[in-house]
C-alpha cells in the first residue's frame, strides 16, 4: 500500500500562513513584552530570571529605539513608490538581545512604506518554521523572513544581526570560543553609537532585491 506524501512546497507554504494567521502587529508585540517585564517573566519554552532580566532590558532598550530611531530622506526617496505587496515575518522571544535594536527598524520601514507588512511571532512557538530557516544549524533570532504577500513565496531572509555585527561576532568567537557577557554588552553599545544603520542598510537592499 503506498501513501502520499504532502508536497514540501506546499508544507512550507501551509506552515508559513498558519504563522502568519497567529502572528502579532509590533503594537502588540511591544505590549506583550511590556506586559512581561512588568511582571519579571518572559516569552519561551525557558523560564529563568535572566531571561526575565534581559526581557526587562530589551522593552527599555526598544522603547529608546522607538523614539530616537530616524530614516533619512535619502532612503525614503529610494524605497517610496513600489507596488509590490511584501510581508516580513519575524521570529523572535522577548529576551533576545539582537531583536531589540533591530526590530524598531523593521517597524520603521513598514510604517514608512504602506505595502511592508510586518508581522512577528515567537521562535519556540513556531519550532517547524524555524528549523527552515536555521543559521549554521541553530535557532538564531531575530530571523526574519521576507515573502511576497499575495502568495507567500519567500524572497529572501535575514538576521540574526547585520552584516557588520555579524563580522563582529564572528570574529569574537574564532579568538574566543563563545560570546562572553562582556561582548554581548560590548555589541549593544555598538549597536547604540551606530543608531540603526547597519541594519538599516541590510533591510533596504533586502527590499531593493525583491
Known amino acids: 500500500m503506498h501513501t502520499?506524501?504532502?508536497?514540501?512546497?506546499?508544507?512550507?507554504?501551509?506552515?508559513?500562513?498558519n504563522a502568519i494567521s497567529k502572528a502579532m502587529t509590533y503594537a502588540e508585540y511591544r505590549g506583550l513584552v511590556a506586559e512581561l517585564a512588568a511582571i519579571n517573566s518572559s516569552t519561551g519554552n525557558e523560564q529563568t530570571?535572566?531571561?526575565a532580566n534581559?526581557?526587562?532590558?530589551?522593552?527599555?532598550?526598544?522603547?529608546r529605539w522607538d523614539k530616537t530611531l530616524k530614516i533619512s530622506e535619502a532612503i525614503e526617496g529610494k524605497l517610496k513608490g513600489s507596488d509590490k505587496r511584501?510581508?516580513?515575518l519575524v521570529l523572535t522571544e522577548s529576551w533576545c538581545g539582537d531583536a531589540s535594536p533591530s526590530l524598531p527598524v523593521m517597524n520603521k520601514l513598514a510604517e514608512l512604506l504602506p505595502n511592508l507588512d510586518l508581522k512577528i511571532v515567537l521562535r519556540d512557538e513556531n519550532p517547524e518554521l524555524m528549523d527552515l530557516f536555521l543559521t549554521n544549524g541553530a535557532r538564531s533570532i531575530p530571523k526574519l523572513i521576507a515573502l511576497e504577500s499575495d502568495t507567500n513565496k519567500v524572497l529572501g531572509?535575514?538576521?540574526?544581526?547585520?552584516?557588520?555585527?555579524t563580522k563582529m561576532v564572528e570574529n569574537y568567537k574564532a579568538q574566543h570560543g563563545k560570546l562572553s557577557p562582556e561582548f554581548k554588552?560590548?555589541?549593544?553599545?555598538?549597536y547604540n553609537k551606530d543608531k540603526g544603520q547597519d541594519i538599516l542598510a541590510d533591510l533596504v537592499k533586502l527590499l531593493t532585491l525583491e
Open 157 to 165: 531572509e535575514w538576521g540574526p544581526r547585520s552584516t557588520l555585527a
Open 49 to 51: 530570571e535572566a531571561l
Open 86 to 88: 511584501t510581508t516580513w
Open 185 to 190: 554588552q560590548e555589541l549593544q553599545v555598538w
Open 4 to 17: 502520499l506524501t504532502e508536497n514540501p512546497v506546499k508544507s512550507i507554504s501551509k506552515m508559513i500562513q
Open 54 to 63: 534581559y526581557t526587562q532590558l530589551n522593552d527599555r532598550r526598544m522603547r
